[in-house]
């Protein structure tokens, strides 16, 4: 069974990093294509950052240049490298996968795209 648990999350001020990890158990899959969500409070979960398997990754408009996304491979874990926060990226942060290589329309995949999901890390930004 495939688990997903994030970690990382917290409170900062604006201009503040945050890391959020994402370890992933019982994947037996070679290739993947894995990304980052966030729902803010009355708000639908949008897409983030999504990353493949050969490490090509695309992000939202409103985080490029500020988020990174990576794999350590060796030790099943997903980064989210967060930058330059704004109060506007406050939500909980959610980590998915699916099996295969990432394709999917343009710019980013919806939420329906993925089959596993964590159960979110919570990111709050204070101006």
């Known amino acids: 069974q495939v688990q997903l648990v994030e970690s990382g999350g917290g409170s900062v001020q604006a201009g503040g990093s945050l890391r959020l990890s994402c370890v992933v158990y019982g994947y037996a899959y070679s290739t993947y294509c894995m990304g980052w969500f966030r729902q803010a409070p009355g708000k639908e979960r949008e897409g983030v950052a999504v990353i493949d398997t050969d490490g090509y990754a695309v992000f939202a408009d409103s985080v490029k240049g500020r988020f990174t996304i990576s794999q350590d491979n060796a030790k099943n874990t997903l980064f989210l490298q967060m930058n330059s926060l704004k109060p506007e990226d406050t939500g909980l942060y959610y980590c998915?996968?699916?099996?295969?290589?990432?394709?999917?329309?343009?710019?980013?995949?919806?939420?329906?795209?993925?089959?596993?999901w964590g159960q979110g890390t919570q990111v709050t930004v204070s101006s």
């Open positions: 998915a996968a699916r099996s295969g290589r990432c394709f999917y329309a343009p710019p980013l995949p919806s939420e329906t795209y993925f089959r596993y």
